[in-house]
Every structure is written in C-alpha cells, then in structure tokens.
C-alpha cells in the first residue's frame, strides 16, 4: 500500500521531459520542510491504495509518460514496486526526489530527477552524497540534478557542488528559479556570465496554467 495525495494528468513543466502529457502520482508524506515548496498540502493529506488501483487509474489517461513525484515518494517502500511495475508496462517513469534518502535501489529505467537542496531552501543539510555510488560515473544512471536557486549564493553554492561532483560531465544538470523569489531572467543571465554548463528550467506548468486561468 501507498499513502496518495494525488493522482492527475497534465502536462510535464520539468526536467529533460518537459512538454509531454504525463500522468503524476503525488504521495504523502515529506522528511524536508524547505521554504519555497508548493506542495505543503501533500505533507499530511492522502490515503493510502494498492500498487494495482494507482495503475489502473494511470493506465486510463493513455499517457506515456509517468511522474512519481511528493512529498517525498522514497518514504514508501511498496514505491519501488509502483515503478517497477510501471516500467515493465512500458511507461517511461521519472522520481522526483530530495535527495535525502538513498536512491541507489530504484529500478535503473527510472529517471531520477535529484533535487539538491541549496542553502536558502532550509534544507541543505538534508542531502547525503553518501547515497550515490563513488565510481566515477556519479550520476549513478539515468538521473538529473535539480538546483533551486533563490538568490546569487545559492547560484553559486549549486555551481560549486557541481563542479566539486564533477556533475556537468556525468549527467544533466537544471538551474531552476524559485517561483515569484527570483526572475528567469536573472538567472538566465547569470549561467552565460558565469559560463555555466547548467540548463535552464522554468516551471512550464505554471505558465501555462496561469495563463489558462487569466483566459489567455
């Protein structure tokens, strides 16, 4: 059993996949309390459904596309049984994770998409490289790095860490703006000032929908 907050179909705002119709399974539940998160209601709110009920319900949006995201969906053991039978079905799968807990068990067909916490988030005492491998391919396999940045520090403590893990050559890296704390902009030019390798983000999602609802 999983504790779920939600289940909906939309589109991906995110990572590498951004732009496809994609079915998001929310759990309960989350070990961090980082100051930006937009998810507070998925703290405590959800009840919990069998492996099989989550994918029937996915299967009847006929996407491709499925993204385990939270709180944080580690917590949960029967997780892994949710993606592991989710990528025997074909779906492609991403897990949005905080990083804090190991990782290093999830089915190698999920794309791991690896939030580190930066400075301003509260939370970035919370990540443990411990739990990726110490072999030179440290992106472990088929992961992403995500960095939040609300300010110029956490620009610069995020391309640190990078560069320190040697992250830019092993795997994808995302600078994304905190929403309404730091402009796009800004931080676009910051990357080319900086020759940053990182890739840009912005949450599509949000965009799209606040147009939507200002009836663009």
């Given at each position: 059993?999983?504790?779920?907050?939600?289940?909906?179909?939309?589109?991906?705002?995110?990572?590498?996949?951004?732009?496809?119709?994609?079915?998001?399974?929310?759990?309960?539940?989350?070990?961090?309390?980082?100051?930006?998160?937009?998810?507070?209601?998925?703290?405590?709110?959800?009840?919990?459904?069998?492996?099989?009920?989550?994918?029937?319900?996915?299967q009847s949006?006929?996407?491709?596309?499925?993204?385990?995201?939270?709180?944080?969906?580690?917590?949960?053991?029967?997780?892994?049984?949710?993606?592991?039978?989710?990528?025997?079905?074909?779906?492609?799968?991403?897990?949005?994770?905080?990083?804090?807990?190991?990782?290093?068990?999830?089915?190698?067909?999920?794309?791991?998409?690896?939030?580190?916490?930066?400075?301003?988030?509260?939370?970035?005492?919370?990540?443990?490289?411990?739990?990726?491998?110490?072999?030179?391919?440290?992106?472990?396999?088929?992961?992403?790095?995500?960095?939040?940045?609300?300010?110029?520090?956490?620009?610069?403590?995020?391309e640190n860490?990078?560069?320190?893990?040697?992250?830019?050559?092993?795997?994808?890296?995302?600078?994304?703006?905190?929403?309404?704390r730091i402009?796009?902009?800004?931080?676009?030019?910051?990357?080319?000032?900086?020759?940053?390798?990182?890739?840009?983000?912005?949450?599509?999602?949000?965009?799209?929908?606040?147009?939507?609802?200002?009836?663009?």
């Open positions: 059993m999983i504790k779920i907050n939600e289940i909906f179909h939309s589109i991906q705002g995110e990572t590498s996949w951004v732009g496809w119709p994609t079915v998001f399974v929310r759990t309960s539940g989350c070990n961090l309390r980082c100051r930006y998160c937009d998810t507070t209601y998925a703290y405590y709110e959800g009840g919990a459904r069998s492996v099989e009920s989550i994918i029937a319900e996915v949006y006929g996407a491709k596309y499925v993204c385990i995201t939270g709180g944080e969906p580690l917590l949960q053991p029967d997780i892994h049984i949710l993606m592991r039978d989710l990528c025997d079905l074909g779906y492609n799968v991403s897990l949005e994770t905080g990083g804090s807990l190991d990782c290093t068990t999830v089915d190698k067909r999920v794309k791991k998409i690896i939030d580190v916490k930066t400075p301003d988030s509260g939370a970035a005492d919370s990540f443990n490289v411990k739990n990726l491998p110490s072999n030179p391919d440290f992106s472990i396999v088929n992961s992403e790095f995500k960095f939040v940045i609300c300010s110029e520090k956490d620009f610069d403590w995020a860490f990078a560069r320190e893990n040697q992250l830019f050559e092993h795997t994808e890296v995302l600078f994304s703006p905190a929403y309404q402009d796009a902009k800004w931080l676009a030019r910051k990357i080319l000032s900086s020759k940053s390798d990182a890739r840009l983000q912005t949450q599509q999602h949000k965009f799209i929908w606040s147009a939507h609802v200002r009836g663009v």
